[in-house]
Nanobody, 121 residues
């Protein structure tokens, strides 16, 4: 069993900053990726940013240059630094981890419960 715990989020004014943190615990043999997705009201869940255990990163075009993802493999954590926030960044943000539970297990997707980010004046 794997547990994903998120922290951070909240209300911030346009142009402000927030940090989202995520920690994975439980039966973890190895990670493939950890990252963040977001879902605005009435829209599908989309990738925001993700990082591999090797440190390679992927960002959505809409957040490049404003958001930075970082990971700590030893602690099974990932953080998302969000700067220059815009009202269109308002959404529920979900932490995602692709994990192997053992050396011969297939990778599985795990999700956090989500944290609300609201950008408004």
């Amino acid at each position: 069993q794997v547990h994903i715990e998120e922290s951070g989020g909240g209300l911030v004014q346009p142009g402000g900053s927030l940090v989202l943190s995520c920690a994975a615990s439980g039966s973890i043999f190895s990670f493939l990726t950890m990252g963040w997705y977001r879902q605005a009201r009435g829209r599908q869940r989309d990738l925001v940013a993700r990082i591999t255990t090797g440190g390679s990163t992927t960002y959505a075009a809409s957040v490049k240059g404003r958001f930075t993802i970082s990971g700590d493999n030893a602690r099974n954590t990932v953080a998302l630094q969000m700067n220059s926030l815009k009202p269109e960044d308002t959404a529920v943000y979900y932490c995602n981890a692709v994990i192997r539970g053992s050396s011969d297990a297939r990778p599985r997707n795990y999700w956090g419960q989500g944290t609300q980010v609201t950008v408004s004046s």
